[in-house]
T-cell receptor
Framework: AQSVTQPDIHITVSEGASLELRCNYS??????LFWYVQSPGQGLQLLLK??????LVQGIKGFEAEFKRSQSSFNLRKPSVHWSDAAEYFC???????????FGTGTKLQVIP | SAVISQKPSRDICQRGTSLTIQCQVD?????MFWYRQQPGQSLTLIAT?????????ESGFVIDKFPISRPNLTFSTLTVSNMSPEDSSIYLC????????????FGPGTRLTVL
């Protein structure tokens, strides 16, 4: 069965610092991978997705993620964090069928001045 | 993308009662889904809302507890029936847009507290 692990429950970074959120997945074939962000009181917004091709994926709001098959990882990065990036981030994996998308438990990002 | 709204945004309900949550999309979509996000946990798919037919429920979720309607391509409701405190969660509606396979867009969610 597919699964997603986000090992960091909570991360605190200073505004302007770089950010990397970890995501490890378990899936038997090439997965579809997603990162979503959930701001307080809001629904989930898609940041980026990987289906195939270039393993470095660019998303909205200056985020990028890199698919590393050898490490079963899809880490999310941003070179310089803004206070408005404070939110919860969810990694998700699926085989291409929406019914089977599995979400990680989320990483809550706090940004300090 | 699509604009997805949910009503109510939050509610506090008594044990044993039922609550119906509405999801409205500003464009016609084929696929609509309902998720539950329990406190401190990730999202769990409840069911796929099928237009004109019965919803498709995931393991652990049943129609008697979570009846779903989908009368047209822009609207769906989820009812949480005979509620208990364990039903306290955020309930999220999501859609998959044509031309965006396997990519879901989420509504703002309904925060439900059951006393």
């Amino acid at each position: 069965a597919q699964s997603v692990t986000q090992p960091d429950i909570h991360i605190t970074v200073s505004e302007g610092a770089s950010l990397e959120l970890r995501c490890n997945y378990s899936y038997g074939a090439t997965p579809y991978l997603f990162w979503y962000v959930q701001s307080p009181g809001q629904g989930l917004q898609l940041l980026l997705k990987y289906f195939s091709g270039d393993t470095l994926v660019q998303g909205i709001k200056g985020f990028e993620a890199e698919f590393k098959r050898s490490q079963s990882s899809f880490n999310l990065r941003k070179p310089s964090v803004h206070w408005s990036d404070a939110a919860e981030y969810f990694c998700a994996v699926g085989p291409g069928g929406y019914q089977k998308v599995t979400f990680g438990t989320g990483t809550k990002l706090q940004v300090i001045p | 993308s699509a604009v997805i709204s949910q009503k109510p945004s939050r509610d506090i309900c008594q044990r044993g009662t039922s609550l119906t949550i509405q999801c409205q999309v500003d464009s016609q979509v084929t696929m609509m889904f309902w998720y539950r996000q329990q406190p401190g946990q990730s999202l769990t798919l409840i069911a796929t809302a099928n237009q004109g037919s019965e919803a498709t429920y995931e393991s652990g979720f049943v129609i008697d507890k979570f009846p779903i309607s989908r009368p047209n391509l822009t609207f769906s409701t989820l009812t949480v029936s005979n509620m208990s405190p364990e039903d306290s969660s955020i309930y999220l509606c999501s859609v998959e847009l044509a031309g965006g396979p396997d990519t879901q867009y989420f509504g703002p969610g309904t925060r439900l507290t059951v006393l």
